[in-house]
């Protein structure tokens, strides 16, 4: 055989189609047009609870997605088996955008995010009077990172039967935060109001009385109850992971509401400490109206503190057009994101 014809059988070996290029390739990405559109209500190991209608289906998070989180709260379409008949699994192949997100830091030197609930519009942080203590710094953390996230916060102080909150209601009252106190027994019916038409996410120390407060208002919630450590005045964790639970219905209305339409209590791990390393102190002011109109006059920079030798809010102090209870108690909290 000649030179010639051995570099033509070279060249033609070369040309061979590889088991690669057999696979045909086309650029049309998957059409999701019959995916259904559900809620994420719990999350466990990868594996995600959507509630899609009346129906709950397990799911798993599709490839294209990739890095992108799933979280408690976060609208979701589904695609696959959602019959949520045991067994099944279904994939999540989309995830709306997120009205709001509430995150929190391992700790202040912590630059990664870690979101906790998505979506929800008010954020209840649940406080005991006694055994174990309230933690002052905790709460306002708790306010900041509910401001920095444009979610509504609420306080509400559990076991009064142990302790008088007089004292804890009298510090948070010049932020103008809604407070509710409940004790064993006590009529929850004032809370019910504010939770309904809400999807409201309960936040607050192991042992607080959160769980007890779920079941409460829950019924058939089933949220485990941890106790008070005697060493240490500090709850133990029960739960591991957050979930989404539909608050009953106390209308007597018998029409069938959307799945945005419901009120929503979502239940959390109990936190032992709440980074702020994300937190904007601009978002924070904003959340205040009055102060954010104030502060408009201080020197670019202006950090608002005590320290500030030329900011607004002093001068407002002053004039007596800001009380100074309320200065005080919103440097107290906004120093906790610092």
């Given at each position: ?24 390739r086309t650029k049309d990405r998957p ?37 992108k989180g799933v979280i408690v709260g ?33 700790d202040d030197d912590d630059p990664y ?226």
């Amino acid at each position: 055989m000649t030179s010639a014809g051995r570099r033509g059988d070279e060249y033609e070996a070369f040309d061979r189609p590889g088991r690669r290029s057999n696979r045909p390739r086309t650029k049309d990405r998957p059409d999701y047009a019959e995916a259904e559109t559900g809620m994420v209500i719990t999350v466990d190991r990868g594996r995600y609870r959507v509630l899609i209608s009346d129906r709950e289906v397990t799911a798993t998070k599709a490839r294209q997605l990739g890095r992108k989180g799933v979280i408690v709260g976060d609208q979701v379409r589904v695609v696959g088996d959602t019959s949520g008949v045991e067994g099944t699994l279904a994939r999540i192949v989309e995830v709306a955008e997120r009205e709001t997100v509430l995150r929190r830091t391992a700790d202040d030197d912590d630059p990664y995010e870690r979101p906790i609930v998505a979506n929800a519009d008010q954020l209840l942080i649940v406080t005991a009077l006694a055994h174990p203590p309230p933690r002052i710094g905790m709460i306002d953390r708790l306010l900041v990172a509910g401001y920095d996230a444009g979610i509504r916060p609420l306080l509400c102080l559990t076991k009064a039967d142990l302790a008088a909150p007089d004292e804890l209601i009298a510090q948070y009252e010049p932020l103008d935060v809604p407070v509710q106190v409940t004790f064993p027994g006590s009529d929850l019916d004032p809370l019910r109001d504010w939770l309904s038409g809400h999807r409201s996410v309960f936040v607050g120390h192991s042992g607080v009385g959160k769980s007890t407060l779920v079941n409460a208002l829950i019924p058939d919630a089933g949220r485990a109850i941890g106790d008070v450590s005697a060493a240490t005045g500090r709850g133990r964790h029960i739960s591991s992971s957050a979930i989404a639970l539909q608050l009953p219905d106390t209308t007597g209305s018998s029409r069938a509401m959307p799945l945005d339409e419901q009120s929503w209590v979502i239940d959390t791990p109990g936190v032992r400490s709440f980074g702020l390393s994300h937190v904007s102190r601009a978002r924070i002011i904003a959340a205040f109206d009055d102060l954010r109109a104030i502060t408009e006059a201080c020197p670019r920079g202006c950090p608002h503190d005590d320290t500030a030798p030329e900011c607004a809010l002093d001068a407002a102090v002053a004039s007596g057009q800001l009380a100074p209870s309320r200065l005080e108690s919103f440097r107290r909290m906004l120093g906790s994101g610092q």
